[in-house]
Each structure stands twice: as structure tokens, then as C-alpha cells.
């Protein structure tokens, strides 16, 4: 399946002692995991600010959906921190509870037109799910700040 996020993203600010989270569901994996990202990305800046002009693919291992989901969001930050990339858009290509193949959009950070929020510095495991409650999927995930 595909899903090729862009303007309607579901997630939310959870309040986290000196670290800060967010609560996200959809009603597919792709969607989750694509939420997550835009979140994230919500959170270093305000991601409806940043242009899609670079593509970066992205290929996940790991051994369940919540390293999967730590990985994943790491792998985003990672990118961040070594190259100053910023992304607003995610194509999830494939995804299973062992792999993720993905498209990130984006641009490099531009100070002049990139105000940043938060500075993250990890992605924790506290507090950690990812869950299908009946037809929805749900994730929560800490920041450490």
C-alpha cells in the first residue's frame, strides 16, 4: 500500500516533564508512520514552511513495529543533524513489522525562512506504543529535548 501524506495530519502534543511526545493514530500503518514523521517534523519546525524540492529514500530494518517506529524517526533525525535536512512529506512505499521503505520530502534548513521550535535530541523508548485498537492505529512517542 501507499500513502502519501500531505496536509491532513493526525497527531498530537503530549506535555512530558522536560522531554515532549506526541500521540498519533490513522487508519493504516502507512499513515501512522507517516503522521509520526510529520509530527516530528511539526515539532523541529513548523513543517507547513518546508518545500519538498529534495527526495530522500529511507529503508528500516528492524524486529517489531515499536523499533520500528524508533529507527524510522531516528533515521529522519539523523538526517537532520548531519545534513540540515527538514522534511513535511512522507511516502510509505512498504511497510510490515519488520521493514519500512520510505520517501522522504524536503529541503535543507534555511534560517531566514525555518523558525525551529524544539531541539530534538533523541527519540526515547518511555512510554513507547504502537497499537491497532478495532480499525485504527495509534503510536506515542517521547522526545528527549
Avoid at 500521540?23 to 507547513?48: H, I, P, R, W
Avoid at 529534495?54 to 517489531?64: K, M, Q, T, V
Avoid at 534555511?110 to 525551529?116: A, G, I, K, N, T
Wanted: aromatic share 10%; charged share 25%; proline share 1%.
Amino acid at each position: 500500500m501507499d500513502a502519501h501524506m500531505t496536509a491532513k495530519h493526525k497527531y498530537e502534543i503530549v506535555e512530558h516533564t522536560a522531554d515532549v511526545g506526541i500521540s498519533v493514530q490513522a487508519g493504516t500503518l502507512e499513515e501512522l508512520f507517516a503522521n509520526a514523521a510529520y509530527g516530528m517534523s511539526d515539532l523541529l519546525c513548523k513543517a507547513e514552511t518546508v518545500c519538498q524540492s529534495i527526495e530522500r529514500p529511507i529503508l528500516i530494518e528492524a524486529n517489531d513495529y515499536e523499533e520500528l517506529m524508533v529507527k524510522w524517526l531516528t533515521e529522519l533525525l539523523f538526517l537532520f543533524e548531519t545534513e540540515k535536512l527538514l522534511f513535511s512529506e512522507f511516502q510509505i512505499t512498504e511497510i510490515d513489522k519488520t521493514h519500512l521503505r520510505a520517501i522522504a520530502r524536503g529541503e535543507l534548513l534555511s534560517p531566514d525562512r525555518h523558525e525551529m521550535n524544539f531541539d530534538i535530541k533523541a527519540v526515547t523508548w518511555y512510554g513507547l506504543h504502537v497499537v491497532r485498537d478495532d480499525s485504527q492505529w495509534t503510536a506515542r512517542i517521547i522526545f528527549d529535548i
